[in-house]
């Protein structure tokens, strides 16, 4: 495999490659690395290689001529990949790197600075855009050596164990079991007895089983693509924490009405059973249906009783169990001392923008609710009276749709799944 670096800084290079499985690499001869600076190609005196954007905006531009001057230089093997390191590309990822070492002989690594590179030659020379995360760095160098460093590991004889880039974080796209070496107790902390017990089956069905795990729990996107069947994410979900720590409380006053007055709402029957169910599919701890009305929570009551222990249990068991875990509450402090769950994060959600509570996205939700207990908070009506969501300690991003005309107006039972999901379910 040969690299060929096109770039204004080669000697940003130097330290990355000298150690190491990609140095040793090179050493061997069985990896190429080659750079080619833009600013050879430069006629002026000061070597400029951008310049101003048409139109205006910040930041230059780097010029088509020098680009194409830099690639025409470069000796071009038959299966040759030209990629533009553009955070505008799909991200890196294990099995696109495994790709381009076996696909091609050659990858061509163009290191945009500035503003970023003439449109004009990424449409004429370029065969693919690629980042390497999310966010934003001084310019491609840094991307170029991950993909060096990431592709150059499929390629023979790199490793020492060809085995391993097989056996690493993402084969099967699932995490990494957790690792234990000597001593076999560290700070009080024993390492798992199936690890010692020399039972190599049992060994091998600990490590899958904590391979989805750890893949649930860190990294859910990936079991989209990964070969595990529903029974072993099923037993995963029944151990894993993030499902004992978080409530949901359905608020029906003090809420909102279409006119902006507040209002205490009916509970209906849709609302009882619909988001019990969803919160039973999703393993919620508790669903508590919230009002200070003594006749609609005795007629929670008369509902939970009828499908829990009357005629209902013999007419649809399957009913009882999905309201196994809903209870009634007077309030959100009668809610939160049944559940007795101690230090207990409110997290408000609400299609409005309200100015008070902390902003949280659904991934940090996940994350907060691996560490300490959630309690999401839901509104009927017209949503949430506003002071009461400004005594919550977070606010969760509010659910976007993607109408045309901007139309967002969905049922609470509707939001209550969307979000159980986004902060639950393995897709995301």
Same mark, same amino acid.
């Given at each position: ?142 991307? *170029? ?80 693509? *990964? ?70 929570? *005795? ?130």
């Amino acid at each position: 495999m040969r690299f060929d670096v096109m770039t204004i800084f080669p000697k940003m290079f130097e330290s990355p490659f000298k150690e190491g499985i990609v140095g040793q690499a090179i050493t061997s001869n069985k990896i190429e690395l080659k750079f080619w600076n833009l600013r050879d190609h430069a006629t002026d005196a000061h070597k400029t290689i951008d310049d101003r954007p048409f139109g205006g905006g910040d930041g230059m531009v780097m010029l088509p001529e020098m680009l194409k001057l830099t690639l025409d230089k470069i000796q071009s093997d038959k299966r040759r990949r030209v990629i533009y390191l553009s955070p505008q590309g799909p991200v890196l990822t294990q099995e696109k790197a495994k790709r381009l070492a076996i696909d091609y002989d050659q990858v061509v690594l163009i290191c945009g600075r500035y503003g970023g590179i003439d449109e004009r030659f990424i449409e004429n020379y370029v065969d693919e855009e690629l980042s390497i995360g999310d966010y934003v760095i001084s310019g491609g160098e840094l991307a *170029a050596m991950v993909v060096i460093d990431a592709v150059a590991r499929f390629m023979p004889g790199v490793l020492g164990n060809d085995l391993s880039p097989v056996e690493e974080t993402f084969k099967e796209n699932l995490l990494e079991q957790p690792l234990y070496t000597r001593p076999r107790e560290f700070e009080g902390k024993q390492v798992p007895e199936v690890l010692l017990s020399g039972h190599h089956q049992k060994i091998k069905e600990w490590q899958r089983s904590q391979r989805i795990l750890r893949t649930l729990n860190k990294r859910p996107d990936l079991l989209t693509k *990964a070969e595990v069947t529903k029974d072993e994410i099923l037993k995963a979900s029944e151990v894993l924490p993030l499902r004992k720590n978080i409530a949901v409380g359905l608020i029906h006053y003090p809420v909102y009405n279409k006119t902006g007055e507040v209002v205490a709402t009916n509970v209906t029957n849709l609302d009882i059973h619909d988001i019990a169910r969803a919160c039973r599919t999703y393993g919620i701890d508790q669903f508590y249906i919230i009002t200070p009305a003594e006749e609609q929570l *005795a007629f929670v009551g008369r509902v939970l009783a009828h499908w829990q222990s009357g005629r209902g249990t013999q007419y649809n068991p399957v009913r009882k169990d999905s309201l196994i875990n809903t209870k009634t509450a007077p309030s959100i402090e009668a809610a939160l001392e049944d559940w007795g769950v101690k230090g207990t994060k409110l997290v408000a959600t609400s299609a409005r923008e309200v100015m008070g509570p902390q902003n949280i996205g659904y991934p940090e939700i996940r994350e907060k609710a691996l560490k300490e207990p959630i309690f999401l908070v839901f509104g009927t009506g017209w949503g949430l009276e506003n002071t009461l969501v400004r005594r919550m300690d977070y606010i969760l991003d509010p659910i976007r749709g993607r109408a045309g005309d901007g139309f967002r107006h969905l049922s609470v039972r509707s939001a209550v799944s969307i979000t159980l999901d986004r902060v639950l379910g393995p897709c995301y």
